[in-house]
């Protein structure tokens, strides 16, 4: 996988921010203007968050830019315990912001002008529901980390207190190295046994989330990386509970698009077959609980 270089642009990002904050300032009309002028750049954002991952300590440093996602740009970093993803949400108009009625449905908001806010889809609003993807990932991350799946470690938390302050980032372990980052399932290319075990280790995965009470709510060959033989479940904000109304649809969407997603492998079950045998395998023993040590 290709990673693009990305410390020159850094090298620059340590002064730029700094300059673009004194012109805006000038042009200061009110607190509302000022808000509408530096909030939503895209790249300052990114310089900010950044800068502040390494003020807390969480990274030394960026090595490269790996990949821009519909709603995140991922990072890799080097941290104080080696290799770190920074997956960085970057655009509040993002699609899956648009369209999270479906996930959110069933979820209760107890603050009722955060609840407005969210409903009107004002910037603020917008930031809310953008700063509540980012801390459901890392909850989420952490509930299956704990549980034994195979999810990367979160690299924050598991206090609230201290994930949320990487907003709008999330942190967790690289899987692969900073050479060979792990490759997707959908980009891998396996030998006939290889695709066998990866579906095997799939269909597992999405019964070990069901047997927990999620349904992931993106399942597919895009969301599971490859590494060491070894299948990794990724990118869980959307992950649902069973108190959502739409739980049974997206668990069939996800053994669906499963299904789909494994033809270019060869293998693979019809779509219905496929939920079936999660249905069962989620009724089995599943994985040992990991210890995570305060
Ligand atoms: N822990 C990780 N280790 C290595 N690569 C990762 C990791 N998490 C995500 N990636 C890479 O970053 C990409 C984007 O992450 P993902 O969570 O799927 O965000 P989205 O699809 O919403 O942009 C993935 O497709 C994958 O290639
Ligand atoms: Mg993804």
Do not use: C
Not at 36 to 42: E, R, V
Not at 204 to 231: I, K, M, P
């Amino acid at each position: 996988m290709s990673a693009r270089w990305i410390e020159a642009e850094l090298e620059d990002a340590d002064t730029a921010p700094e300059r673009r904050r004194r012109s805006i300032k000038k042009k200061l009309l009110g607190r509302r203007r000022l808000d509408d002028l530096t909030a939503g750049h895209p790249e300052q954002i990114a310089d900010d968050t950044i800068r502040r991952l390494i003020d807390l300590g969480h990274i030394t440093g960026i090595v490269a830019e790996l990949k821009s996602g519909k709603e995140a740009t991922a990072y890799v970093a080097r941290g104080p315990r080696g290799s770190v993803l920074v997956k960085l949400y970057r655009e509040l108009e993002a699609r899956s912001f648009k369209n999270d009625a479906a996930y959110r449905e069933g979820q209760v908001i107890l603050d009722e002008r955060a609840a407005r806010a969210m409903k009107s889809r004002s910037r603020k609003g917008l930031e809310m529901l953008q700063a509540g993807w980012v801390s459901a990932e890392y909850a989420h991350l952490w509930a299956l980390w704990r549980a034994g799946l195979s999810v990367p470690e979160p690299l924050v938390g598991p206090s609230p207190f201290d994930y949320d302050a990487t907003t709008p980032a999330v942190l967790m372990r690289l899987i692969g190295t900073e050479d060979q980052v792990a490759p997707r399932l959908s980009d891998a290319r396996l030998t006939p046994e290889e695709a066998r075990s990866a579906w095997q280790q799939a269909v597992q995965g999405l019964a070990d989330l069901l047997r927990l009470g999620y349904a992931h709510g993106d399942y597919s060959t895009y969301n599971l990386l490859w590494w060491e033989n070894t299948v990794i479940i990724i990118d869980f904000p959307q992950l649902t509970t069973r108190q959502n109304p739409n739980f049974q649809a997206l668990l069939r969407r996800d053994a669906h698009s499963l299904a789909t997603s494994f033809r270019k492998h060869d293998v693979g079950q019809d779509a219905e077959q496929t939920l079936r045998e999660v249905q069962r395998l989620a009724r089995g023993w599943g994985p040992e609980p990991r210890i995570v040590l305060p």
